[in-house]
C-alpha cells in the first residue's frame, strides 16, 4: 500500500471517488471509508472524498450492506463525511444544478488560504463567471449568480434519484437481455476486505 511503501512521504493526500468510477459504479462501503480514513490518520494525511454521487453511494449502501440496513441514505451520507477531513463536488450530478460545484473543508486555516487563491486566480467568489454566468443561470437573479442546489444537499440522499437510476438500467438490461441480440456483460460485485473485486460473465444468449 502506497502510504506505507517507499514514495509515503509523496503523498499529500487521499481522494476517495463515491461511487467509484474505476469499478464502473459500484459504491465504495462503508467499511472500506472507514478502514481508508483510519490509515490516512495513521499517517497523518487528510482523506477528501469526491462526494459527486456521494447521494447515490448512500443509498446503494443501505441497499448493499447488512449494518447499514436499519439506516437512511441520509444517515449513511452524514458517516461517509463524518470520516473525511474534506469534499469536493460537482453539483450537476447529486446536486441537481445546471452547473457548478464547492470545496468543502474542516480545516480553517486551509480554507482561507484556498479562498486567497481563488481570488488570487479565478476572482472573487460570487463574481462574473464564478456561478456560470452566460450558461443558463436562472434570468430571475443578478448577473453572476445562479439558484443553489435544489432541494439543499443535506436533502439529497433522501431523494429517490438512486432509486430511479437503478430501476431504469435494470429494465433497460432486461429490455437487451431478453432481445437475444445484444451481448451483454453483467458487474458482479463481492467484498474483499480492502479492495472490491468485479467479475465480469456473459449474458446475452
Same mark, same amino acid.
Given at each position: ?5 517507499? $514514495? =509515503?512521504? *509523496?503523498? &499529500? ?5 463515491? /461511487?467509484?468510477?474505476?469499478? %464502473?459504479?459500484?459504491?465504495? @462501503? ?19 472524498? $469526491? =462526494?459527486? *454521487?456521494? &447521494? ?5 449502501? /443501505?441497499?448493499?450492506?447488512? %449494518?447499514?440496513?436499519?439506516? @437512511? ?133
Amino acid at each position: 500500500m502506497a502510504l506505507r511503501g517507499p $514514495d =509515503a512521504s *509523496r503523498i &499529500a493526500l487521499v481522494v476517495m471517488t463515491l /461511487t467509484d468510477n474505476g469499478e %464502473a459504479g459500484q459504491r465504495v @462501503s462503508m467499511d472500506h471509508l472507514a478502514r481508508t480514513a483510519s490509515l490516512c490518520r495513521e499517517h497523518s494525511v487528510p482523506l477528501f472524498l $469526491d =462526494a459527486a *454521487r456521494f &447521494a447515490e453511494n448512500a443509498w446503494l449502501v /443501505t441497499q448493499h450492506e447488512a %449494518a447499514c440496513r436499519d439506516m @437512511s441514505p441520509r444517515q449513511v451520507a452524514e458517516q461517509a463525511f463524518r470520516l473525511a477531513d474534506g469534499c469536493l463536488m460537482s453539483a450537476k450530478k447529486d446536486g441537481i444544478v445546471h452547473i457548478g460545484g464547492f470545496l468543502g473543508l474542516r480545516d480553517h486555516a486551509l480554507a482561507e488560504r484556498c479562498e486567497l487563491l481563488l481570488i488570487a486566480t479565478e476572482g472573487f467568489e460570487g463574481g462574473p463567471g464564478r456561478h456560470g454566468q452566460g450558461q443558463g443561470t436562472d434570468p430571475g437573479l443578478p448577473p453572476g449568480r445562479t439558484a443553489p442546489a435544489a432541494p439543499p444537499l443535506p436533502q439529497q440522499a433522501g431523494t429517490g434519484s438512486g432509486v430511479s437510476r437503478v430501476t431504469s438500467t435494470k429494465m433497460r438490461l432486461s429490455c437487451l437481455h431478453h432481445s437475444g441480440n445484444v451481448p451483454l456483460a453483467a458487474m458482479l460485485e463481492t467484498d474483499t476486505g480492502s479492495r472490491k473485486g468485479v467479475h465480469r460473465h456473459p449474458l446475452g444468449r
